[in-house]
């Protein structure tokens, strides 16, 4: 049923039809036979033609059969046999029947298996996004238990890194200081320090403290996240702009909360950006929202993580813990606001948006 688009079968269409056109031509009239038989023939090529390309084509190709088999008889048979004649005429028009009917139930199984194909496919794009959300509902739900369980067991690791940090400290402070040894508690100290850096995140991400709302100043917050990032700015020799709208009266939420939102995207922004670039930290409202944008001149978002940078665990880091971004993302929509993220022809730009709902 494949419609022949090469235009080597029209020819082999048309050259048929004037072929056999040609045999009743030169054929003796008395060999009524054979004219017989070249009649028959024409109707291969009408319903091939009906057949590939529907209505119109077996019209076509019963048409072009008429007008170069009908002088034929016109000069022939009229004369002569005038009864066959009459038989001629009701066989060209029979051409035009079977082409058109050959061409009609063509269409007709053509737009069926069309539309099966249709079915078929938007099928196989449900099946694919129900098999996606089954695996995301599977995920949540290992995620919640996995945070569970291991929440109960990083609670318990605390502790003991508390103890470990303070007595690597009292043993470095006992170590000459010229002695080779002291590398080995310098790197014990930055280490205990990832662990419990980790185990913070992570107990944010597994346990998200309630939020205590109080009426805040936005620009007051980013002001506050950008005296913490200061430092680690200038070793880097990042710049950092700010942005802010004047007049923004405070809005209700978590500061502490919001501050966490707010360092995790600048510390995000600061790894991302190479020596002499910028940061800008950008405030405005519109309508009841206020929104902080954090932009920065680094590598960008690349397109195969955009949408999984949410994601727990998910890093490009070597020493990420990939939670950032997933305990700001649960911060900002425990508020009812909104948070995401675009590559502008810089870099990334990440949005806070808040809402003044309720207040
Ligand atoms: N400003 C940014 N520019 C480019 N990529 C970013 C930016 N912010 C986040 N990302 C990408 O998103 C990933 C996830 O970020 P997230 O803060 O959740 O974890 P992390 O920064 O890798 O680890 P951690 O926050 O523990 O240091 C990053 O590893 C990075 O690939
Ligand atoms: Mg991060």
Do not use: C
């Not at 059969?65 to 009229?78: F, G, K, N, T």
């Not at 007709?108 to 996606?132: F, P, S």
């Not at 690349?302 to 727990?312: M, S, T, V, Y």
């Amino acid at each position: 049923m494949n419609k022949k688009s090469s235009p080597t079968a029209v020819i082999a269409l048309v050259v048929t039809i004037m072929f056999v056109a040609v045999l009743h031509y030169v054929t003796p009239v008395d060999s009524i036979v054979l004219h017989q038989i070249y009649q028959r023939i024409f109707y291969i090529p009408i319903i091939l033609a009906a057949f590939w390309y529907g209505l119109g084509g077996g019209i076509g190709a019963a048409a072009l059969a008429a007008v170069s088999y009908l002088p034929h008889i016109l000069l022939h048979w009229q004369h002569q046999n005038y009864e066959y004649a009459l038989n001629q005429y009701a066989e060209i028009g029979l051409f035009f029947v079977i082409g058109a009917v050959t061409g009609w139930l063509g269409d007709q199984k053509r737009r069926e298996h069309e539309r099966a194909e249709r079915i078929n496919t938007e099928l196989q794009t449900a099946y694919a996004d129900l098999r996606q959300t089954v695996g995301q509902l599977l995920q949540a739900e290992r995620l919640s238990s996995l945070a569970e369980i291991a929440s109960g067991v990083v609670h318990e690791v605390r502790n003991p890194l508390g103890a470990i940090k303070g007595a690597v400290e009292i043993l470095e402070d006992e170590i000459p200081e010229d002695s080779p040894r002291r590398e080995f508690a310098r790197i014990a100290k930055v280490e205990v320090e990832r662990i419990d850096k980790l185990v913070s995140e992570f107990l944010r991400f597994a346990r998200p403290p309630k939020l205590s709302k109080v009426p805040s100043s936005v620009n007051e917050l980013v002001e506050s996240v950008i005296s913490l990032l200061d430092p680690r700015a200038a070793e880097g020799s990042v710049s950092i702009e700010k942005e802010l709208a004047s007049g923004l009266s405070p809005i209700e939420i978590d500061p502490e909360q919001i501050v966490q939102v707010l360092l995790n995207l600048a510390i995000n922004a600061l790894d991302a950006t190479p020596n002499g670039g910028t940061i800008v930290f950008r405030t405005y409202e519109s309508g009841d929202t206020v929104t902080v944008e954090i932009e920065d001149t680094g590598v960008g978002i690349a397109a195969d993580d955009k949408e999984r940078i949410f994601d727990p665990f998910f890093t490009t880091k070597d020493k990420g813990t990939g939670l950032g971004l997933s305990v700001a993302h649960r911060i900002v929509t425990q508020h009812d606001g909104n948070l995401t993220a675009e590559n502008t022809e810089r870099g990334a730009r990440f949005k806070v948006t808040l809402t003044r709902t309720g207040q």
